[in-house]
């Protein structure tokens, strides 16, 4: 295994079941309105905040990394990826490729209210035959409103190459 590679699962394992708490802020309309669009919406209820139940994209909130104004430079990789976003990789010369997601919905986004983000490394398992070993990391987010409670849980794996 590459030394990076092996890095990466040394700092990976040492993170096993580690929380971290993230605080997103509220979320936005124009950010909401902006992400439906990108996503090529052309239903009202996602795109005019004047509709009658106007609501946020559900797949905006599991996207979140950092609240609804991003990073800053320094927060991401020379690949666009944020620096943090597959635990123990930073600084490592890996690539990054997203393995799957599953999301479970609990109730709609709010907007205006607060958004916290609870993350834990879960899993990280070496795959792959010798000489062409990989990295696969799963890692859960509970995302939850001040006020509403349990939006979405996620469940995202990465493959670190």
């Known amino acids: 295994m590459r030394s990076d590679?092996?890095?990466a699962q040394d700092r990976a394992r040492a993170l096993l079941g580690a929380v971290e708490h993230r605080d997103l802020g509220p979320l936005r309309v124009t950010e909401a309105v902006a992400f439906a669009r990108a996503c090529g919406e052309r239903d009202p209820r996602l795109l005019d905040p004047e509709s009658t139940g106007f609501q946020v994209h559900p797949?905006?909130?599991?996207?979140l990394l950092r609240g609804p104004d991003g990073g800053v430079d320094g927060d991401y990789r020379e690949d666009g990826m944020f620096r943090d976003e597959v635990?123990?990789?930073d600084g490592l010369d890996v690539r990054l490729m997203a393995g799957g997601q599953s999301i479970a919905f609990h109730r709609q986004t709010p907007l205006g209210d607060p958004i916290a983000v609870r993350r834990t490394l879960d899993d990280v398992a070496c795959k792959g035959r010798p000489g062409s070993e990989f990295l696969l990391m799963t890692v859960s987010k509970v995302f939850r409103a001040a006020r509403a409670?349990?939006?979405?849980t996620v469940t995202e794996r990465f493959i670190v190459r």
């Not at 797949?59 to 996207?63: F, H, K, T």
């Not at 409670?149 to 979405?152: I, K, S, W």
């Open 149 to 152: 409670g349990a939006l979405a």
């Open 87 to 89: 635990p123990g990789t």
């Open 5 to 7: 590679l092996r890095t």
């Open 59 to 63: 797949l905006y909130l599991p996207s």
